[in-house]
């Protein structure tokens, strides 16, 4: 199974377009620290490709990776479709980018395809373009991602933690919204975690944490009161929905005593990690655990 890290970058990217703090003024000024938003490209056969999550930088985020150009016919495109992980804003804008296509395959939970369609109005806003064709992503037992897709997909359910926009939409508060992904090489039985949004670490999570190969996890901030210390938020990391990496809460101890190879993604701009010359750095590698960057590839 081959892996591409389109992006590593919580909601509003790295340099962000209202934001002048250090991280997004250190990434003007040094555009080798540019983090686009947080996505994975995942090889299903040769010449298809999924998406994990529809960024609002999906388009670059296509040019800069050549296994994704269309080509050699004038509209053949290698993306088979898109999974979600969870409803943000910040991992599904990309969908609306996709409408030049005749249809887009979605791989949703119910609450995530609710949220779009009811939320978002994706259906009404995107049908007069594009069909779009769901496919709910299953919580019990893997399956195929399409007949000849080299990997299975299944959902290890996180949180009931809904995007902003859809506060009052209705609704069971299962945790189906936010989801961790499994992915599983057919061939190896090699597989990937991927959870960019962990506003809690359940037992399930923890299972299939210890099951995996490979483990990609939420690193938006680096300690719990990052939001309040950097003047932006009034609320916490835990309380805004993402577990801090450091700290007696914190998933670095949790990644650490994984056997698995553990990365840390969705770093927001606040995060220390995006200064290359952070202490924060070698506090992670003393434990074993990266930061993934984009453009990376991933074998599994
Ligand atoms: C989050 O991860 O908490 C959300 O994506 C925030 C956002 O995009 O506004
Ligand atoms: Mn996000
Ligand atoms: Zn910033």
Partial sequence: MRVRVLGTAAGGGVPQWNCACPGCSGARAHPERRRRHASLAVRAAEGRWYLVNATPDLGEQ??????????????????????????????????????????VELHTTAPVRRALLTGLHLGDV?????????????????????????????????????????TGLGGADDDA????????????????????????????????????????????????????????????????GHLPIDGPGGTARRLAALGARTLYTHLNNTNPLNDPAAPQHAVLAGRGIEVAADGMVIEL
């Fill in 62 to 103: 296509i040019e800069d990776c050549p296994e994704l150009h269309p080509g050699p016919e004038p509209r053949r495109t290698p993306l088979a479709g898109v999974i979600l992980t969870d409803a943000e804003l910040d991992h599904t804008l990309g969908i609306a980018r996709l409408r030049e296509a005749d249809g």
């Fill in 126 to 166: 995107l049908t007069p373009y594009t069909r779009l064709d769901w496919h709910e992503l299953p919580v019990e037992g893997p399956r195929p991602a399409a007949a000849d897709a080299g990997f299975t997909l299944d959902a290890v359910p996180v949180s009931a933690k809904r995007p902003r926009y859809a």
């Fill in 177 to 240: 919204w936010v989801v961790a992904l499994r992915l599983t090489d057919r061939a190896t039985g090699r597989s990937l975690l991927y959870a960019p949004a962990l506003a809690a670490w359940p037992d399930t999570f923890q299972r299939a944490a210890e099951e995996a190969d490979c483990v990609i996890v939420d690193g938006t901030f680096w300690d719990d009161e990052e939001p309040r210390r950097s003047g932006f938020g009034s609320r916490t990391a835990t309380a805004m």
